[in-house]
């Protein structure tokens, strides 16, 4: 609803569990304003499918889930190296490899860091809603145009599966005018988009442009917090998880424990800088993960200087802990780092 109320006309995707709602919604919905959907051969074809649509201007995404990411992952390095627009939802599923149809978090290196060939970034959003999927969906499409460049969005299993009520918007956004898009090269001078770049020297120059414009992302940074002016522990989880740690921190808050709230809703660009300004008062963190610790990296870099302490608590694919379980284990950190 979101991308179609953004202007995105074309769909290109392929079947896989927990994301096959999305490409359901899409091929009955999209013909009526006339759209296209079309169910590629495979998540390799449906990713340049995306590619061609989106560089003649049009706005137009694709989804899947973990394994069939991964085989797109060509593809979108090829749009980041063109500085092709285009939105990517990935509703992850458990791995590595086959592994399950359960929520997972375990793709949260392969979103962050690029994930296929080349020295690439890719803004990440994490919604922990169904209001914020719809929400930071139209978002998407937006910074994808204003940075020409793919955005991912980041749900789970969990997310993608779940019923809740949504207020639907007007899209208030701003088309971006496309001088680069190829439109047939009759009375305009040549256009020419590619990501080869042989000359000596020019792939260098590239990729520092390329460079730039990703630091340039960070302006589009991010996050939610909770409960920190008084915080003695400060615990960091996105997404659907972080929802199942809001209620683990209420229960911790009736028992007079001082813990506090940051949900990253940008994973790439991390909110770095606001962890740093935290940590100058704050000494104790923590991650909470459905992995066996990816984003706590990213809080090691944000935070582990001095004596500030960076503690984990993951759950690997399979299943999802409760809030008593979460409660348990944090109660344990936080009695463990303020006695």
Not at 117 to 146: C, K, N, W
Not at 273 to 295: C, D, H, P, W, Y
Not at 300 to 323: C, E, M, T, W
């Amino acid at each position: 609803m979101g991308a179609i109320e953004a202007g995105c006309r074309f769909y290109f995707g392929y079947p896989i569990t927990p994301q096959n709602d999305i490409p359901e919604y899409m091929s009955k919905h999209l013909p009526a304003v006339g759209g296209v959907f079309i169910q590629a051969e495979s998540e390799i074809a449906s990713i340049n499918m995306l590619l061609g649509a989106s560089a003649t201007g049009a706005r137009a995404m694709t989804s899947s889930s973990s394994p069939g990411i991964s085989l797109k992952q060509e593809g979108l390095s090829y749009m980041c190296g063109s500085q092709i627009p285009g939105v990517v939802v990935n509703m992850s599923r458990s791995g590595p490899g086959l592994g399950g149809i359960s929520p997972s978090q375990g793709d949260y290196f392969q979103a962050t860091r690029g994930g296929g060939h080349g020295d690439y970034r890719t803004i990440v959003l994490a919604p922990s809603s169904v209001q914020e999927a719809y929400d930071l969906t139209m978002r998407a499409f937006d910074l994808a145009d204003r940075y020409r460049n793919p955005v991912l969005i980041l749900g789970d299993a969990l997310l993608g599966q779940m019923k809740e009520p949504l207020k639907t918007r007007p899209y208030k956004g701003k088309p971006v005018e496309k001088e680069w898009i190829l439109t047939g090269a009759a009375g305009r001078p040549q256009r020419i988009i590619k990501s080869l770049y042989l000359s000596e020297g020019e792939l260098t120059d590239h990729n520092w442009f390329l460079n730039r414009k990703y630091q340039q992302m960070k302006r589009e940074i991010r996050f939610e917090t909770q409960n920190l002016d008084d915080a003695r522990l400060v615990v960091v989880a996105f997404g659907s998880l972080a929802r199942i740690v809001k209620s683990a921190l209420g229960m911790a808050r009736d028992k007079g424990m001082q813990i506090g709230l940051l949900r990253p809703i940008t994973l790439y660009p991390f909110p770095y800088a606001a962890l740093e300004k935290i940590s100058r008062k704050v000494r104790n963190f923590m991650a909470v993960e459905l992995s066996t610790g990816q984003m706590v990296e990213d809080l090691k870099l944000a935070v582990g200087h001095k004596k500030n302490q960076v503690d984990f608590y993951g759950r690997p694919p399979g299943s999802i802990p409760s809030p008593d379980e979460l409660f348990h284990e944090i109660a344990k950190v936080y009695k463990k780092r303020t006695a």
